[in-house]
């Protein structure tokens, strides 16, 4: 999906370019003239070739705004309207033509032409496997499927389709007459879209509808005989005739009557009844169009399906398009040439592109397509190619991430599934083919993505000082990633004079309410309690996608009963619920040896707020030492729950010199495993207090590694030298840690660098973020810099800067970064 942005459905709805399309198992006949080719005027121009002599063209008109329609309708018969769209679908002779031509409200007329009808081994291939594994089957959600009906009786499919409807015009003129069972042009309700009643019975071509929702939701549990599955198996199903019968050779071709046709103006009618079903409570994820016509190799903005397309998309609902089986490498067919559609091409099961496959700049994923099994009338299965069966593995990828990720948009997870896929490259472009089960082990949304668009962004909380008054003021600002870099910091939230302290705040970032955007919380000191003892409370601000509402208080630890100073906190999903949690590595003192005691606890989300901190983990007397340990969190291991990472420093090896250790507490879901050391040192060889951590998965296997920027003090110049080391998850543990950048004697000081992880760029693998400080301005005030280490899947390439704050304008020392 390239989106286009649309101020309303009017000006969506422009210039007409293609009347009809063809289900993509079909090779496309010559068709109109395409976008690129149109000529101006509202008017198609081959229209009036098509009403010499008398005749009459059915044609679809687009008006400026609704009230408009009376006035275009006046000038023909009207075969089709719409409840919405500015939008009718008129018979018209030449005369009619000339006078839309002359109406000032008609946007575009053009020929409303029929075209004709273009799984055991692809669901594992895509990982469909793996979310079955997990609980996660889709169910919730419905999709749609705009095709030729569907068996609804068949045992594959059997007590799943819940709403019914056809829209299956008739016209003597075109020789089309209705498929609906009851005989009429639009029937709803149980029944009207069953390909194994009425005409549909009959005809061979009425099977494609019933293979692709086998396809996406098919469900063969218990059934001999049957694939194991579709992929989402849980998931509803909406049944939509959109298919003709016809019987005249000028359109079905020399000995191919009968033969089933589809209208533009059918698949209208059925997109806007998907949009009403959405409207009316119907949980709505997908709309499956398996067909195609024309070749179109820059996005079709004049399509009429554009408007009815980009309001099902504002409403939640993908609309996956067929790519077409021309074998264009440069092009698509219409409508998956519509930029808010999700336009999918065919692979193989070896992932090589399967020969038929149109492809190129427009295609947004690919998936299995070749030698499908899946469900046909009758009650049998068989095996059908094309990019037909490739669209409805992606309709199904829909159901089960939102089954996974129920708040996100369907831009998040369409993010979410092109980060995860598996590239596959080829001449001029490269498109990824879906792969489910990785998208699904991302259960804990990227880091720091605050607006919910599959990258990552930097946040940070202001200081600016002491008021006049003596109080305080703080702000938080979001610096939002916009993919080749990141947009100026724009203020969120302000204190207000004297409600703030920055210095008793320590920040973190994560999805605190499970809806796909990362949000930002704060452990709030409080010192001046009435017995005089310590005093926390926990606040969040929750991201609304283009902001952060206020700061709530989600926790309160009461007086005298946890101390602020004592606590080093990490965010995660320890418990793998999808939700962001916040862990503490507490310090104990006054431990009866007088040797150091820690604790694990962690405030595990409600989604709307935070239990109680529960301790699941103690070290005991004197065995691990708070004030030696850094923490980090991540999933390390790959099973879906984040795990924390400590760095830890042992400071009386032998030769004087530093020691550390990397250690992991690994999450059980209900708690933590007791501490292991995954990676160590040596004696004398790496020095924990020059070192600065983040998590991320640098890499893009699924699993959380670490990162350290390191200090090193004694350059030869005197100046500061600095270098960046990954510790790679082999899931059972770590990789000894490689260098991967060093800056070079005298050109990065590791302690004017405020770091942070994040996969700024949405490529699905994490990169480094640093805010740097300069302090050498002219006018002796602050200066910083937003640096990026992009991960190249091996290592980094070298820092960029995206952002400068100007001389004297942002004070680093001033500035939490999360």
């Not at 020929?111 to 990982?127: M, N, T, W, Y």
């Not at 984040?642 to 209900?670: C, E, I, P």
């Not at 080391?725 to 991967?740: D, E, Q, V």
């Amino acid at each position: 999906m390239k989106r286009t942005s649309w101020m309303t459905v009017v000006t969506a709805m422009t210039v007409i370019s293609l009347a009809a399309a063809i289900p993509a198992q079909a090779s496309a006949p010559s068709s109109p003239a395409t976008a690129a080719e149109a000529t101006p005027g509202p008017v198609d121009p081959p229209l009036y070739d098509r009403t010499e002599n008398g005749a009459k063209v059915r044609v679809n008109v687009v008006t400026k705004q609704r009230a408009d329609l009376s006035a275009a309708a006046a000038t023909g018969k009207t075969m089709q309207s719409f409840q919405s769209l500015p939008l009718v679908t008129l018979k018209v002779d030449r005369a009619g033509l000339e006078k839309l031509a002359a109406q000032s409200d008609v946007v575009s007329v053009t020929e409303d032409i029929p075209v004709p009808p273009s799984l055991d081994e692809s669901v594992p291939l895509i990982g469909g496997t793996s979310p079955s594994a997990a609980g996660l089957t889709g169910a919730g959600s419905a999709i749609a499927v705009l095709d030729t009906g569907v068996a609804t009786n068949h045992p594959f499919l059997k007590g799943r389709v819940v709403a019914e409807a056809c829209f299956s015009p008739i016209d003597a003129d075109y020789s089309a007459t209705s498929l609906c069972p009851n005989g009429t042009e639009t029937q709803e309700g149980t029944g009207s879209a069953d390909s194994e009643a009425g005409p549909c019975a009959t005809i061979t071509e009425c099977d494609h509808g019933t293979h692709v929702a086998g396809i996406a939701a098919g469900n063969g549990k218990g059934i001999t005989g049957a694939p194991a599955r579709g992929v989402a198996p849980g998931a509803d199903i909406v049944a939509i005739q959109i298919f003709s019968k016809f019987t005249s050779e000028d359109y079905c071709g020399a000995g191919a009557t009968p033969c089933v046709l589809s209208f533009t103006s059918a698949q209208l009618a059925a997109l806007e009844k998907v949009w009403d079903l959405k409207q009316s409570g119907t949980p709505l994820v997908a709309a499956n169009l398996s067909l195609g016509s024309g070749r179109s190799s820059s996005p079709c903005e004049d399509d009429p399906r554009q408007a009815v397309i980009d309001q099902l998309l504002d409403t939640g609902v993908a609309t996956v398009v067929a790519a077409g089986n021309n074998g264009y490498t440069d092009a698509v067919t219409a409508p998956a040439c519509v930029s808010s559609a999700i336009a999918v091409g065919a692979t193989t099961d070896d992932d090589e592109l399967s020969a038929f496959t149109n492809r190129g700049p427009l295609l947004d994923f690919f998936a299995p397509g070749t030698s499908i099994v899946s469900s046909v009338p009758g009650g049998g299965y068989a095996s059908k190619s094309g990019t037909s069966m490739a669209a409805p593995h992606v309709a199904g990828a829909f159901a089960l991430l939102r089954q996974a990720f129920p708040t996100r948009s369907i831009t998040s997870l369409e993010t979410l599934l092109k980060a995860t896929g598996r590239p596959i490259t080829y001449t001029g472009a490269g498109t990824p083919r879906i792969d489910i089960g990785q998208a699904l082990s991302q259960k804990s949304d990227k880091t720091g993505d605050f607006n919910g668009d599959g990258r990552s962004d930097a946040a940070y909380l202001y200081d600016y000082g002491t008021n006049s008054d003596g109080t305080n003021h703080s702000a938080l600002w979001l610096q939002a990633s916009n993919g080749s870099g990141v947009n100026n910091p724009v203020r969120q939230w302000d204190s207000g004079t004297g409600s703030w302290n920055w210095s008793l705040s320590k920040t973190l970032s994560g999805d605190f309410n499970g809806d796909g955007r990362s949000d930002v919380a704060v452990l709030y000191k409080y010192a001046d309690t009435s017995d005089g003892r310590h005093h926390s409370a926990l606040w969040t601000f929750t991201s609304t996608g283009s902001g952060f509402n206020s700061p709530v208080r989600v926790w309160d630890s009461g007086t005298g009963s946890w101390d602020w100073d004592s606590s080093e906190l990490v965010a995660g999903d320890f418990n793998g619920d999808g939700k962001s949690d916040v862990g503490a590595l507490y310090k104990y003192a006054n431990t009866s040896d007088g040797r150091g005691h820690s604790a694990l606890w962690t405030f595990t989300s409600t989604g709307a707020g935070f239990n109680a901190p529960a301790k699941l983990w103690d070290s005991g007397t004197g065995s691990w030492t708070a004030d030696n340990s850094k923490l980090v969190a991540g999933d390390f291991n790959g099973d879906g729950k984040s795990d924390v990472g400590a760095l830890y420093k042992y400071a009386n090896t032998s030769d004087g010199r530093g020691h550390s250790a990397l250690w992991t507490f690994t999450s059980t879901g209900a708690g933590f495993n007791a501490p292991a050391k995954l990676s160590d040192s040596g004696t004398g060889s790496w020095t924990a207090d020059n070192s600065k951590l983040v998590a991320g998965d640098f890499n893009g296997d699924g699993k959380s590694d670490v990162g350290a920027l390191y200090k090193y003090t004694d350059t030869s110049d005197g100046r500061g030298h600095s270098a960046l080391w990954t510790f790679t998850s082999t899931g059972a543990g770590f990789n000894a840690p490689a260098k991967l950048w060093d800056s070079g004697t005298g050109s990065w000081t590791a302690d004017n660098s405020k770091l942070v992880a994040g996969d700024f760029n949405g490529d699905g693998k994490s990169d480094v973020g640093a805010l740097y400080k300069y302090t050498d301005t002219s006018d002796g005030r602050g200066h910083s810099a937003l640096w990026t280490f992009t991960s190249t899947g091996a290592g980094f390439n070298g820092p960029a800067k995206l952002w400068d704050s100007g001389t004297g304008s942002w004070t680093w020392d001033q500035t939490k970064t999360t």
